[in-house]
């Protein structure tokens, strides 16, 4: 029995396959987990994948709490278009609101949790993606990742090891001190996560009193100190971390030249319509022109926090009347939460 039984509500396939072409490998699986403003995201990083793996063969399942017409009738065009397997699975939200969210994190953080217990039994790996994931390399290595038989998740270190022992420190797990990954890019071995019961035992970190005050990045560190550091390092370059809104900041992301994946992490993404000026963000562009999401608008801001950092970002680019319309709507909505509270 799955912890989450009975959360998907319904399940719509498109399997378009190119019987002509000359794979003879099984369909390597990648899941991504996605609320209605994250759907975007995560169509162009499937084109990207797509593109940058054409001798591949792939089924990509997207796990959401919200799907429109337009949106599907969007995945089901990726499908035939490059002749894939896509499967949407719509969520019953319920189990999930029992866990901590706030203004920058949904519930669609813990889809994660959903898809490595719905695989059991269906396939034994799954390739978890973060919606502002952007391949630019060839993935092959993963789905013949050796190594995984015996460990729950292969996975990229986050930020340093002096960073996992402050991490481990901080929860009194002494195994995080082998290492605190990212959440964003999990190889994950479905039976062997099914086994250790991760799932359950992530959901009863929320629970425990000693650990809460400490918890920070919810989902993440919850896995993490479920995982307690018996996991595989991959590469650096599966999980290349960027964060557009030090673009303002004045400081340099490192190069995306060797990466595999970029991960536009922070709260201004590369579908963002202020970061369209940045060079990081042309390997979402140029995805995005060979998708069914071309003729889609980048994203304009949606909330306080949107028009904030909108309004940074189009100063540092000395688009000064746009920067003050920005910062103008920012300052009224700040006063007028102000005056609900």
């Known amino acids: 029995m799955n912890f989450f039984e009975n959360v998907i509500k319904e399940q719509t396939s498109f399997l378009y396959e190119d019987n002509n072409k000359n794979i003879q490998d099984e369909k390597f699986n990648i899941a991504y987990g996605a609320d209605k403003n994250f759907l975007f995201g995560t169509g162009v990083s499937i084109a990207s994948v797509l ?8 089924h990509f399942h997207i796990f959401t709490d919200f799907l429109s017409h337009e949106d599907s009738k969007l995945f089901n065009e990726i499908s035939k278009l490059y ?7 719509t969520l019953n939200m319920d189990t999930l609101k029992k866990l901590p969210t706030n203004q920058v994190w949904s519930h669609a953080i813990y889809f994660r949790l959903i898809i490595a217990d719905y695989f059991y039994q269906k396939c034994d790996r799954i390739l978890y993606l973060d919606s502002d994931v952007v391949c630019t390399g ?20 986050d930020i340093s090891e002096s960073h996992s022992i402050e991490m481990a420190n901080l929860f009194n797990i002494e195994g995080i001190k082998k290492g605190y990954f990212n959440s964003g890019v999990m190889l994950i071995n479905t039976e062997e996560w099914k086994r250790r019961q991760l799932t359950e035992k992530s959901i009863s970190v929320f629970s425990d ?26 590469d650096n370059s599966f999980n290349h971390r960027i964060n557009l809104n030090d673009k303002y900041k004045n400081r340099e992301n490192s190069s995306t030249s060797n990466a595999v994946f ?49 309004s940074k970002h189009l100063k540092y680019k000395k688009k000064y009347a746009q920067s003050l319309f920005h910062y103008s709507i920012y300052t009224i909505l700040k006063i007028k939460n102000k005056v609900k509270i």
């Open 51 to 58: 593109l940058n793996n054409k001798n591949m063969s792939f």
């Open 83 to 89: 002749n894939t397997c896509v499967t949407l699975y």
């Open 138 to 157: 060839n993935i092959k290595s993963l789905k013949n990742l050796d190594g995984l038989t015996s460990a729950p998740v292969a996975a990229v270190m």
């Open 209 to 234: 009193e000693k650990l809460q005050p400490c918890i920070k990045y919810y989902d993440q560190d919850a896995i993490n100190i479920a995982v307690n550091g018996d996991w595989i390092k991959l």
């Open 262 to 310: 970029v991960h536009f992490i922070g709260l201004t993404k590369p579908w963002h319509n202020w970061s369209k000026y940045y060079q990081e963000a042309n390997c979402f562009l140029n995805a995005k022109e060979k998708s069914p999401w071309k003729n889609i608008n980048l994203m304009a801001p949606q909330n306080i926090a949107h028009h904030k950092y909108a």
